[in-house]
């Protein structure tokens, strides 16, 4: 064969793996002197800054609230005078609008004089805020047209740091984006509402256990990032992988993930390349990169992080995503963050572990060794529960969007439906509690909760079950349905603020127990067993791909949303938005702009995928199968002109002369699909017209032209074929 297919496949598998030491400044080379090297941390503040600026600074960043602008000058200062020795001339607020992706506009520090010079300027207030003018992005009505402008504002929780090129860097300034209202447009405000409500309600909690020194509980995030790398080459000819991230056409390739040889194999040395130069790239920017591997399908692999503070680690996860993108280009890789980049293989989730820790370093998510630990591990235990019982619904809508909707209950991602996995012995230990016989292996007599007699609980934490969205593993939780393109933003949100309404429920009990003089001991007696026993239909630790667990789910009454559209239209639910109300999260209206957003976004989304399909059958796939028909007649005239049978010859010719018109039909269908979709009048309707009409339009245009793929010469195929996608690298 000889095609443009062809010939990029002969380069990509020419190309050697690149030296670091040729694209990356090679001057040091062990991590930890890297480390944070582009970020001006806490170390270079308090070079920098004049004491009591630092410790007014270092008491914000560690407490929270916004820079007090009577030293906002000093602290400018002192970044752009640090920014400018790391090469830098230009700053920019940095900050996440509701398109799920990270923005940024660029100023440089230089600024005219009265006397005509120019000098390199930086105040307080540049710093402080910005004013964007970003009318376009999303505000699902929040911002009308005449205040059109957001408003961005330093985070001062997460440090400024600089992004570099071969010609210069910018100082980026992680920001929150607002309305004029002052109401949130994008996911940094309202994360930030939830863990502060979050620490509020778990400091009632610690305070009922005799803890008065604790000043704040702190959630903690550890993302774990699945990508895919294609060649660039090959990626270049296929307008799906380009434009929508995902391939739209598509034969199985003749060997796929079932030999397993992929998962965990040796990492191909232009992988390995790449990897080493994210891994750089993002422990320069603080990013405590750690563990690196080959996932289960071909072309898959997986980047994890150590956890961070949650605030810190979703804004890490954004640049991580930033550079994975923007890094795979120099090794002649596209990356693919799409949760299904590729039918019949797996897809890619980002599994966000969860916890929580209190100022003074203790995880409350661990079982701890003591009885009096063990208690209120328990009182936390049952927190989540009953926040993962009562708000499935809100839970699940931090694990949407119309890629994701690929892989959530598609037989190899944990369901749609959203229960939690305790493992074995932790689920004996609390139907000991419910039933008030010991668990199995504790070994003591009738159970008792409180201080002073529960035994330390057996917890095994190599359970694992990877059919579960929402897993304990040890002393954390995993919530394995957010999709891997996805901000954890959402999730985490959702999971704050149903755990801040559980806690609060659970404190409120507490107290008032023992405000009446109640012992707390006493009180646990009473309420732990009906906590456990309220929410143990959330539980479950049986195989969540079998069809029978919608059943047995549905008769648990756990609800079960199995797609965006669904989801989303559940957000504007009393009991949903009660969640995000009740814990000062999100206001009513806040709610509902998300709401269209999440409706527009779905629907965009899928249009434009069934726009590029139209374009692909059109321009590139009927063409083929018209020059193969020809080509088969031909054959078979000659066939019938030597010999009387004719029969393979006019099978082949009638199978593919079949499949093309009917490939023809089904891209009409389509594009009368994407004509109804267009004409929607609201956002809504819009995503209902692109699930139930555009994405069948779809598939069935694939699946004819997924035949034509296995019956044209090869040699006349445009598209590189799966094979060649998943196994060059
Ligand atoms: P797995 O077996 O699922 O790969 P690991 O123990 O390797 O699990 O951890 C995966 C992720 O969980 C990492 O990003 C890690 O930093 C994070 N993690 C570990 N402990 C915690 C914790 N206490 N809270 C939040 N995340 C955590
Ligand atoms: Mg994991």
Redesign the pocket.
Known sequence: MKNQRSSALLEALSTAPLRLSDVNDANATDGADVFGCHVFGLDAMRKRLPKDVYRRLARIISEGGRLDPAIADVVANAMKDWAIEMGADHYTHWFQPMTGLTAEKHDAFLSPTPDGHMINEFSGKMLISGEPDASSFPSGGIRSTFEARGYTAWDPSVPVFIIRNDNGATLHIPTFFYAYSGEALDRKIPLLRSLDALSVQALRILRLFGNDTAQRVRA???P?QEYFLVDRRLAALRPDLMLTGRTLQGAPSPKGQEMEDHYFGAIPGRVMSFMQDVERELQKLGIPA??RHNEVAPGQFEL????EEANIACDHNMLTMNMLRHLAARHGFVCLLHEKPFAGVNGSGK?N???LTDSEGN?LLNPGSTPQDNAQFLVFLAAVLRAVHLHGAALRLGAIGAGNDHRLGANEAPPAIISVFLGQELTGVIEGIITGKPAPNTGSGVMEIGVSSLPPLPIDTSDRNRTSPFAF?G??F?FRAVGSSQSVAPANIALNAAMTCALQDIADELEKATAAGKTLNATLQELLPRLFRQHSPVVFNGNGYAEAWKEEAASRGLPNYPDTVTAVEHYSDADVMQVFLRAGVLSEREILARQEILFENYAKTVRIEGDVLLRMVSSQILPAARRAEDSAARLLMHVRAVSEDDQAENEHFRTLRSHAGQLQQAAAGLAEALAICRAATDAHEMARVARDTVLPAMRLCREHADALEMLVDDELWPLPTYAELLWTH
């Open positions: 903690s995030v550890g774990e750690k563990t994890a992080p150590i956890h599994h572990n969860w916890s995880n593993t002393n954390k995993e």
